[in-house]
């Protein structure tokens, strides 16, 4: 959720935090703050600057010239406390020389609040994460790391810390718990962040830090130990991403272009994986024979929002293309229902950001209990892709817009690949296998030929966007697409929409339906199209107006809905890719047109780390 930078190292700190925070703004954006040592004044405290708002506020409040070669910063998503500058990190203690960043949730800080206050201790703030300054103030006794450690063992819950004290110049200690943490190693400087895309511009090589492990730098070396105080060999990662990826390049929002590059993205994810002439997939990191893969009787998904969505077309490609009963769970129920693991079950985590905690949380539990967990991430070296047993990489390349798109037909392309691999091992023949990889590898000029109904889109996002309520609905393989067009709609323009499976609306939904509430109706092209017909006229006999999307030669389809998408024709099994590309396209336009912020909605942040 929030997001943390540290530097140390021969250049101007103030300006790397601040650059590093923007990149950074996309995990949470209430306020930010930065803490400076302050160079050749040993025992001065760190000059704290904070400000509610966008990064833009604060880069606006540090001195162009701010002097200070090692600090950090924080960029706000608040969970304890109101939106404040007193609540912003960095927070320090009562004599400032200790100043923390903080991600994640200290669940017994109302204790450790009340023992600190009882031995006098004064509180600016209403957050969990004060409490850690204060902690390591009283267990400073010269050694910051051995303070940082102390403290360390009062806290309970999740924790990426990140401190400096005034009198240790040129030092960061760091500590993770649950809260993501990676080491930049830079030529003679070194950065700490809660992910790469902070450090891209500066190093691309990384140490990621586990669980329990605490990190202490300084610009020219750093030493990772364990909780029990045992020296741990880092083991450094190159990240592949360039620096342009991380820039809008011409778009007028990420989102704008992280859409534009499905057709690249899928590409990415699928390339090297197709064995045409078996007509089968390869998957090399599952880390599971063929003869393993074969006692596979079932297959578990575990997500969230968006990554859920992708794993309910997944289950449902499972079932139909490879014969094996799957089904998609939500990670946040999972964890707390006391779920059967049945045998011979298969797990996959979906996640873009590997870092859900949601997700990583059930899936810890499934492995406590003895499952196979692979997972589906597209952040390499991220928590949940080095917690699974193997997996797969969807290469869509870094996602910052907050609603997930490419990373959404990425993941969809791995379960398209997946379902080939399992089908192929079971009752799909070479010649079918065959003709799927042949409508798969058409994937990515489908989607190229879909964008260019953008220009239609922006006129009906016009046209429909002062609504307050939408359908959108869908059946079958449709129907998740349908549940992700209302989740992209609601995140982005705050419209309220519905994702319903088609048939059901006559079941209760139906109920909401007059000239005031739009459906938007996912026609399939195949034997679920002329039910889905049937539920259109139903909408149209009761006054709803009616979007459709369908085959563009389908003149049945144009003329009932009042308005018409006509999509390239794919293989009715891929029509996923092709649907959800408008409706990402229409949610955007409606965002666009009502003024929203598109890349960072309201309440919302990239990637959600607590529970
Ligand atoms: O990083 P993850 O895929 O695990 O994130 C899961 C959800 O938080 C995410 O998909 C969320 O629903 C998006 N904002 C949707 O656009």
């Known amino acids: 959720m929030c997001g943390i930078v540290g530097y140390t190292g021969p250049r101007q700190a103030s300006r790397i935090l601040v650059d590093g925070l923007k990149r950074l703004e996309y995990r949470g954006y209430d306020s930010a703050g930065i803490a400076v040592q302050v160079d050749g004044a040993t025992g001065a405290p760190p000059v704290v600057i904070k400000r509610t708002g966008k990064i833009a506020e604060l880069r606006q409040a540090v001195p162009k010239d701010m002097a200070g070669h090692c600090g950090m910063g924080h960029t706000r998503w608040a969970t304890h406390g109101g939106v404040t500058g007193e609540n912003a990190h960095p927070h320090t203690d009562a004599s400032g020389k200790v100043a923390i960043v903080h991600n ?55 924790y990426g810390i990140v401190c400096v004290h005034a009198d240790e110049p040129g030092r960061i200690v760091g500590a993770r718990n649950g809260s993501p943490l990676v080491v930049g190693v830079g030529d003679g400087e070194m950065l700490l962040a809660s992910d790469v895309t902070a450090m891209l511009a500066h190093t691309k090589r990384v140490v990621y830090l586990n669980d329990g492990e605490v990190v202490t730098m300084l610009p020219h070396e750093f030493r990772i130990s364990d909780g029990d105080e045992r020296r741990v060999d880092p083991r450094i990662d190159h990240i592949a991403w360039e620096l342009e990826a991380i820039e809008k390049e011409g778009f007028s929002c990420y989102m704008e272009k992280e859409i534009f590059e499905q057709p690249d993205s899928i590409e990415r994810a699928i390339s090297g994986r197709m064995d045409h002439e078996n007509g089968c997939a390869k998957l090399g990191g599952l880390n599971l024979s063929k003869k393993e893969l074969h006692g596979i009787e079932r297959v578990r998904v575990i997500a969230a929002g968006t990554s859920w969505h992708a794993g309910l077309v997944g289950c449902q ?38 870092e859900t905690a949601d997700t990583l949380y059930a899936m810890r539990e499934v492995r406590r209990r003895g499952g196979t967990v692979l997972g589906i991430c597209n952040v390499v070296g991220s928590t949940i892709a080095r917690e699974s047993e193997g997996g797969v990489y969807v290469h869509s390349g870094p996602e910052i817009a907050v609603a997930s798109t490419k990373a959404f037909t990425s993941q969809l392309a791995a379960f398209y690949l997946l379902a080939l691999e399992f089908a192929r091992m079971h009752d799909m023949s070479h010649h079918e296998g065959q003709r799927f990889l042949a409508a798969l590898r058409e994937v990515p000029a489908a989607v190229r030929k879909t964008l260019a109904v953008r220009d239609h889109v922006q006129a009906l996002a016009k046209k429909y966007c002062r609504h307050a309520d939408f359908l959108f609905l869908g059946r079958g393989i449709l129907f998740p697409i349908a549940l992700e067009g209302a989740l992209k709609l609601k995140e982005i323009s705050y419209i309220h929409a519905e994702g319903y499976a088609s048939g059901e609306i006559k079941h209760g939904p139906i109920a909401l339906v007059s000239p005031e509430t739009p459906s938007v109706f996912l026609v399939p092209g195949d034997h679920l199209r002329e039910k889905t017909i049937s539920n259109m006229k139903e909408i149209k006999a009761r006054g709803g107006p009616v979007i459709a999307l369908a085959d563009e030669d389908d003149e049945l389809v144009a003329s009932i809905a009042d308005d018409f998408i006509g999509l390239p024709k794919v293989d009715p099994r891929f029509q996923p890719f092709t649907m959800v590309v408008p409706l990402q396209l229409f949610a955007y336009f409606c965002a666009l047109e009502l003024g929203r912020d598109v890349d960072q909605p309201r309440n919302l942040a990239k990637s959600v780390t607590v529970e």
């Open 104 to 158: 994640g949730i200290i669940e017994n800080y109302m204790a450790l609040k009340g023992m600190l206050e009882k031995q006098g201790v004064p509180f600016r703030s209403e957050t969990d994460s004060e409490v850690i300054a204060h902690l390591v103030a009283l267990n400073y006794e010269g050694d910051l790391e051995a303070a940082l450690k102390a403290s360390l063992k009062h806290l309970k819950g999740t």
């Open 317 to 354: 490609l499972l079932e139909s293309v490879a014969r094996i009963p799957a089904a998609a769970e939500l990670a946040s129920e999972l964890r707390y229902r006391n779920p059967v693991l049945e045998p011979a079950s298969l797990y996959f985590a979906v996640s873009q950001s590997g």
